[in-house]
Every structure is written in structure tokens, then in C-alpha cells.
DNA sequence: CGGCATCTTGAGTTGGGTCAATGGTCGTGG
DNA sequence: CCACGACCATTGACCCAACTCAAGATGCCG
């Protein structure tokens, strides 16, 4: 497997009504009917990458757009900025996920993006892509694809931000990584958390005290086993439920 | 005049904080370099026009995705349909915008769109678009940056949604509404909401009753005239002050 | 071993939701 | 033209989920 992009069957179909609320659905995966020589293109083109340590910003908002990303290893958050205050995360990317598409529109990137741990990426600078696609309608509507799945995606999360209480969130939220991570063939009842409280609960719409309870109370219901940032999801038919049947049923 | 797409000058810059929290950037604008035998064709393309009554549902979720559509005149909302309950209201439309591209990953569209009002609207069939952008790079650009836009805005939703008080959230919205119609060339501080409370509260995360109250307080506090659907903007600097500082400043 | 960041937990407050009653507005038909 | 009824909006009383402030606890790294 040459590059990163062809991460096949990442495809997964997402069993809840949340399913796609925060769905992991940003992969980069060819079709598999797409031309080798294509793909060789496709090589040539996105053959840089980028190594980052944790911490490390890849894109600041403002920042001139060359490029969309795609994880190779690692874990990303992106943020927007509120000029008066702090930002909020937007969006978190794992392995085989791609961002950056907020900056086609302005040529400049809305939303900052932030290594959480040690990652690479590959650069796919979006110019010479954007050449491909001409030779190549398949590509080209493949991008169209990604574009589209991305506003779905944050359709769903709106959502999700309008009508679901914290609870519901974090259980969506939770089942959501599982389900990333087993689509990548890792576990999907245990992982690590990449990102801290703080992150989580900006980008769920909640305070990170909220986010802490919230688990301590799934803990307490023998939903979870949390300890700092490892998970282990213990009942997951009752988390599922928990997010299917909303209290307050809107 | 030829067609609906022609609409230029649209290009707004917000001048706010949130100007970009729920902007109505999504028209569909030609830049104005655009050669006049590229204009022709999309002519040809989008030649057809479709009337719908005030109520009249567009296109349903789960439909076959077949064409975008841009508001020639009236008013419409997108809406999410939540598979237990009720959906969720993701965006509104007015003269000029476009909207439909949710369903180009699927083939489906992902949500059901309604006209408020009665209502015109120019069907831009997406095969057919999609074959004219192989030949005009510019439109294929230009086409990548609405679509680009309308993953901005969500952001911008989200932060919004994730980040505000419910009177930010609602000063936001009218002043959101003002600079629309203002760029449209109708007052920016007389003007006719054309959703319902219960509507506006879906897309803003808030209830009908809510809404109702905030405008009865803005009202009280001199800021707005509000009579059933016609609003007044008295104190548009109080007003955008509202939305500028967060009393529990995130 | 200490210093720092992160996470947990508690107590008190509040914004917004819920439920319920009332009031306006508009379209329809007698 | 008016009266009825459906729909929408307003307002009040009460409640609860999530926020704020604040104090510890835990784990990490030099």
C-alpha cells in the first residue's frame, strides 16, 4: 500500500440513529474501480508528508490555503476562532480522515488545526488535485463526495448541538470513536482518548466539568470504564440506548 | 437578466464577529470574469424553473438527488429528519442562495426542503453541471467554493450552536437576516420573517417559547419592534453589542 | 520530590425547557 | 360582512440540566 489515500472499506455503515451525527465519514478512500494509473498520479502528486509532535499547529486560521490533509498516523482537532475569545473545536481526524477543505472557498483557512499527539500527514496540495480531476471525472467527483460528506457531517452535528442533551452527546460521541477505531481494526470496546476534557466538551457544546460528571455518571451505570483518558465501553447496548431515546425526546 | 445565477454583487462582507457565525453566503454569483459562452450554457442547463407554493415540500429526505437549487424568489428551509422524532432545521434560503449539495455524496438527499413562502426557484441539474465544469475550470473553482462555503457556515452554525446564549444566538440571527436582505438591496432594518418561531428556535437550538420571550425582552429594551412575523431593528448598535460579548464570555 | 496541568467532585445559581392558559390573526364559509 | 375555527404567538409558573466558582485529587515530567 503506497499511499495513504487508499484506505479501502473504510465505508462503514454506522448502525444508530446518530449514525450520523458525528459519523467518522471524512475517509479519503478510492473507489476501488479507480485506474492505476491514476492512483500513480495520485502518488506522484500527494507524495510529501509532514511529520508533527503533539502540540504542533499544521494550519493557523488566516493562514494562506495550499493544501488538504489527510491523517496518515495520529490525531488532529480543528478550531475556529472567535475573535473576541477562545475557539471552539470543530472537528476531530484520525487516521485515514481528511480536512481543510474550509479553506477552497476564501483561499485562506478558516479554522486552525492542531496535532494532538505525534502525527503525519499527507499533503495533498490542492492546486495539482485540482488539475487531476480535469483528466479524471471519477476523481473529481470522488472530491465532490468528501465536499459533500463534510456538510452532511456538520449537519448532523448541528443537529445534535440543537436537540440532544449532554448525556446523549457524550454516549453519541463515545460510540462514534468506537465505531472509527473499529473501522480501522482496533478495538471498539477499548481505546485512548486523544484529546483532553476540555476539547471534547468544545466541541460536544459542553463544559468540561459537565464532560467529567457525565462520565463518572456512566461509570457509576456500569455503562463505561473510564480512567483519565483510556475508555472502555462496557455495556454498549445500553450506551446505544441512551442515545437513541432522548428524555426530553427532542 | 438572463438567468437566476447572475446575481452579482452578492459577495457581503459581514462585519461583525459572528458575521460569518450564520452568513448568508451561499449565492450562487458568477465571478465576473466569466466567459459570456460558458454564461450561454448554463443558460441552456438551468433553463428550467420550478414554481412551489408557500408549504410545498421540494424535495424530500431520501430522495433521489437529481439537481441544486437556487432561489429565483421566495423562501425556503432545509430541514434534518431525526429517524425517532423531529427533524431539525439546518439552514434558510432567500434570493439568490443555493442549496441541495448534501446530496451529491449519497445520491440521496439527506434532508427535506420546503418553500416558506410562494416561491421560485432555477433547477440546476448537477449532471449536467458537473460535465460543464470538465470544460470551464472556473465554474468546476467555483462550484468546489460554494460548496466550500457551505462547510464554513456550518462551522460557523456550530460554533454558534456549541458557544452562545440563546439572545446572542437570536441577535445574531436577525442581524444575520438584515445583511442579507440589505444585500439584496431591501431595508436592513425593516423586513418580514418568513419562518415561524417554532422554525427559527429549531434552527437556532432554542424553543418557540424562548424565542418569544427574547424578542418580548429586546423589545422591552428598545432594541427591536417586533409585531408577529414584521420586524423592526431601533437599536442596531445595541443590537450587534448583544452578540459581541458573551456574558459567560465563551 | 516538587511543580504543573488535568481531572474530579461539591455547592449553589441560572438559562432555558415544560406545561398550561390566554390572546391575536387570518382564511373560510355561511 | 361577520363569525367561526385553526393556527400561531405571547406570557406565567415551575423545574431541571448544565454552568460557575471553588476545593482537592491524580498523574506526569523534570
Known amino acids: 500500500m503506497k499511499t495513504c489515500i487508499h484506505v479501502h472499506k473504510l465505508e462503514t455503515i454506522l448502525p444508530l440513529t446518530f449514525s450520523c451525527a458525528i459519523c467518522g465519514m471524512r475517509q479519503i478512500c478510492m473507489p476501488p474501480f479507480a485506474p492505476p494509473e491514476m492512483l500513480e498520479k495520485l502518488d506522484e502528486i500527494i507524495s510529501l508528508r509532514k511529520r508533527l509532535k503533539a502540540g504542533t499547529v499544521l494550519y493557523h486560521s488566516g493562514s494562506s490555503f495550499q493544501a488538504i490533509y489527510a491523517v496518515k498516523t495520529g490525531f488532529f482537532k480543528t478550531e475556529d476562532v472567535h475573535e473576541d475569545g477562545k475557539g471552539q473545536v470543530t472537528g476531530f481526524y484520525m487516521m485515514g480522515e481528511t480536512f481543510g477543505f474550509d ?55 448541528i443537529m445534535f448541538l440543537g436537540s440532544m442533551t449532554g448525556e446523549e452527546r457524550v454516549a453519541a460521541f463515545i460510540l462514534n470513536l468506537s465505531q472509527r477505531y473499529h473501522a480501522r481494526e482496533f478495538s471498539r470496546s477499548d481505546f485512548t482518548l486523544r484529546m483532553k476534557r476540555e476539547e471534547m466538551g468544545s466541541y460536544l457544546g459542553l463544559k468540561f466539568e459537565t464532560i467529567s460528571r457525565i462520565f463518572s455518571k456512566f461509570q457509576e451505570e456500569g455503562l463505561l470504564e473510564v480512567h483519565r483518558k483510556s475508555i472502555r465501553i462496557l455495556d454498549m447496548e445500553a450506551l446505544t440506548q441512551k442515545v437513541g431515546h432522548s428524555p426530553r425526546h427532542l
Open 103 to 157: 479553506g477552497i472557498d476564501t483561499n485562506r483557512y478558516r479554522s486552525t488545526s492542531t496535532a494532538l499527539e505525534d502525527s503525519e500527514v499527507c499533503v495533498i496540495p490542492f492546486g495539482q488535485i485540482e488539475g487531476l480531476t480535469n483528466e479524471h471525472l471519477d476523481l473529481k467527483h470522488h472530491f465532490s463526495k468528501l465536499m459533500s460528506r463534510e456538510i452532511t457531517h456538520n449537519h448532523s452535528v
